[in-house]
């Protein structure tokens, strides 16, 4: 039986790769794709709408400043404001968020590492064409930061290469570059690198074909233990604890 079943997958499968549809129905690949990530996060997220932590969903409308209260949040539930960290940025553009985190923490030691082409998109992402949201350099009146200017593709191993990321600093590790390619990316290249009550920030979460589907592949893949630690905006930002 199991060798009847085995034979006639085979063969249909031969029958399908013969007929190439993908040459004709090609235009349906990215709305399936699509409607299997809307299932797949929102299965996701009746199991994790946790009510005990910071969570608003569900709310009609989105307020996109509300991710630094979410920020806010996970400084205080984290004690993160005079802790020694490295934080890391992908996706930095005019620098909001950087800066909102180089001024929330306050320890000399603490590092400051943000990765941004400063090219803007390398592909387009929804409404948003190649090359949106480019942006100077940021000058910031810091010492503890550090920009790397690139495709994280082309900048990120070099970086790995030249700092210690096991050095016992709690890591912030901040995806707010909206791309699946460009996250799902940053978080393969940085698992070896994850250590116990590290933090994830998403600032797009819930983009069914981008950084949710990062995300799910990603823990998927590298059997990644996490912790939900808030969500504001029915998940548009969201921030996870690693459990090692
Ligand atoms: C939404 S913006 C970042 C906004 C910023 N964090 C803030 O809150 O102000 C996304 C940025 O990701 C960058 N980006 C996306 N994919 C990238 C990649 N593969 N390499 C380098 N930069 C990338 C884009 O250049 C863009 O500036």
Redesign the pocket.
Known sequence: MKNFIININSFLKGVILFLRPGVFLNFLSNPLLFASNVLKLTKWISVHNDKNILNDFYRPVRNYAD?YKLFNYIIKQEKLETEVINYL??????????K?WLKANSNTDSRFY??????????K?GTYKKG????LVPDLNETRHDFFK??????LYEFIKTHDLNEGKRKII?L????F???I??LSSLAPYLNNNDILLF??FNVPNHEFYAFKIFTDTFYIKYELLGAVNNFYQVAFKIVK
């Open positions: 991710r940025e992908f996706g930095v553009s005019k620098a909001d968020s950087f909102w943000g990765f941004d082409t400063f090219e803007g998109l390398p592909e992402w949106d949201m480019s942006a690139g495709l994280f593709q082309d900048t901040h707010d570059a909206d791309l390619s460009s996250t990316f940053v600032d797009e």
